[in-house]
């Protein structure tokens, strides 16, 4: 299966070395490409690109912005946020507007073909620890609500610590690991809660986390 990728980024170098790079790929085709956000609505429209790599500071229109945008549309792309430090004031932002995740521009190649597949698959890019990182420090600066008392209601036990792991970052196999159960019961867990709560993946589940309260960034809680 092939991957349609559309990148947006204000400066045309850097478009055109992830063209020259990602054309090389057989299981990726590039599209077409955008030099800021509003482009890259008309452009998303026009092409039905799988997967974004959207940059975050470009004029007209931020990344933030149209990630809100193209996230809020029937059958939307992935969006990959693109950064060029680790702790882009405008990243979190964008992991709240629904990106799946983010990725500094001068990541190795193969973590970029890592990451597109990854998202492509429904899932968060999650797993390094300089997500986690940022995560936490964007979080702390939100004023978080606190919980609605019936947030949790409807899931089980085992549900809410699935929760809390998933919140603190942890992989499938890491929680199964942690919890000693296998990865297809921590799936079928994960799956249920992302049901229940109406979470499309683990960003939301993380972002959730954090804005209501149910973990303190920083802080390892006891699910129980």
Do not use: C, W
Request: glycine residues 6%.
């Amino acid at each position: 299966m092939t991957i349609r990728v559309l990148i947006v980024d204000d400066q045309e170098l850097i478009r055109i070395g992830f063209r020259l790079f990602l054309q090389t790929r057989p299981d990726l085709e590039v599209v077409g490409e955008a030099a800021d956000g509003r482009e890259a609505l008309a452009r998303a429209t026009e092409l039905r690109p799988d997967v974004v790599l959207m940059d975050v500071r470009m004029p007209r229109m931020d990344g933030v912005e149209a990630t809100a945008h193209l996230t809020a549309r029937d059958h939307p792309p992935r969006v990959l946020i693109l950064t060029t430090y680790d702790l882009d004031e405008y990243v979190f932002g964008a992991l709240r507007a629904g990106a799946s995740g983010f990725l500094l521009k001068d990541a190795p190649r193969e973590r970029l073909l890592e990451a597109i597949h990854v998202v492509h698959q429904g899932e968060a890019l999650l797993s390094p620890s300089i997500t986690r990182r940022l995560i936490e420090d964007y979080a702390g600066r939100t004023d978080p609500v606190r919980p609605a008392p019936d947030l949790l209601t409807a899931l089980t036990p085992r549900e809410r610590e699935m929760l809390l792991l998933v919140a603190q970052g942890l992989s499938n196999p890491e929680i199964a690991a942690r919890l000693v159960v296998t990865e297809a019961t921590v799936k079928s867990h994960v799956g249920s809660v992302f049901a229940k709560l109406h979470l499309r993946d683990r960003v939301q589940a993380v972002v959730l986390a954090y804005e209501h309260g149910i973990i303190v960034p920083g802080h390892r809680p006891d699910p129980h």
